[in-house]
C-alpha cells in the first residue's frame, strides 16, 4: 500500500488557521511551543498504548496507521531539532532537502514495534521543546530557509514546526485541535 506524497507548501498556516485540524498558529506564541510540543508527546504517547491492531491498522489504503504517522512526528521532531541548532549556530543557513515519503518507506514506519517508537518520539519531543525554551529573546529572530526558499525566522519556524504534530493527532484520529484543548 502506497501513500500518494504530500506536495502542499504547508507555510500557509502562519497566516490562517488550519481548516483540516482547527489549529491556529497565528494565535501561538512561540514562547509556548516548548508546552505545545510536550502536550502533544503526551498524546501520542497515549495513542501508541492503544491496541497494536488499532495503532497498526490505516484507515483506508492510501492513510497512513496512527503508527506510521507517529513515526513521521518523531522524525519531524528530529529533523527540526537539528534545523533549529543550525539556525542558532549559523548566520541564515540552508537546510538540505528532506523527502519524508522517502523516509516512511525507508525505515518501515508501518512495521516499527509502537513501544519503541512512542519512547524515541517522546525523547525527540522534549529534546526539541528544551530546544526552544533555551532560545533567548534576541535569537527569536535568527533565520534560516528551506532549499525550496522558503524563509524562517525562528518565531516563525516554532510556529510552523508545531501544526504538523497537532495535525497529526487529527489525521490518527480524527480530533479536532479545539476538542483537544
Known amino acids: ?8 507548501d ?3 498556516v502562519l497566516e490562517k488557521a488550519c481548516s483540516e485540524c482547527g489549529f491556529d498558529s497565528t494565535a501561538t506564541q512561540p514562547t509556548d511551543v516548548a508546552a505545545l510540543l510536550r502536550a502533544n ?17 490505516r484507515p483506508a489504503p492510501a492513510v497512513w496507521s496512527p503508527l506510521e504517522y507517529a513515526c513521521h512526528v518523531r ?46 518520539l517522546a525523547r525527540a519531543g522534549e529534546k526539541l521543546a528544551a530546544g526552544f525554551e533555551g532560545v533567548t529573546p534576541q535569537q527569536w529572530e535568527r533565520r534560516g530557509r528551506r ?5 524562517f ?26 476538542d483537544q484543548s
Open 1 to 8: 500500500m502506497t501513500i500518494t506524497p504530500d506536495t502542499k
Open 10 to 12: 504547508w507555510t500557509w
Open 41 to 57: 508527546v503526551a498524546q501520542w504517547v497515549q495513542i501508541l498504548a492503544s491496541p497494536e491492531q488499532l495503532v497498526r491498522t
Open 75 to 120: 522524525d519531524v521532531f528530529r529533523k527540526f531539532d537539528e534545523r533549529l541548532t543550525f539556525m542558532l549556530e549559523e548566520d541564515n543557513p540552508t537546510f538540505a532537502n528532506w523527502d519524508q515519503d522517502a523516509t516512511a518507506v525507508e525505515h518501515k514506519y508501518g512495521e516499527q514495534n509502537p513501544a519503541t517508537v512512542s519512547n524515541d
Open 147 to 151: 532549499s525550496d526558499g522558503a524563509n
Open 153 to 178: 525566522t525562528i518565531a516563525t519556524f516554532s510556529r510552523y514546526l508545531i501544526h504538523d504534530p497537532i495535525h497529526h493527532v487529527h489525521d490518527a484520529t480524527g480530533k479536532r485541535y479545539a
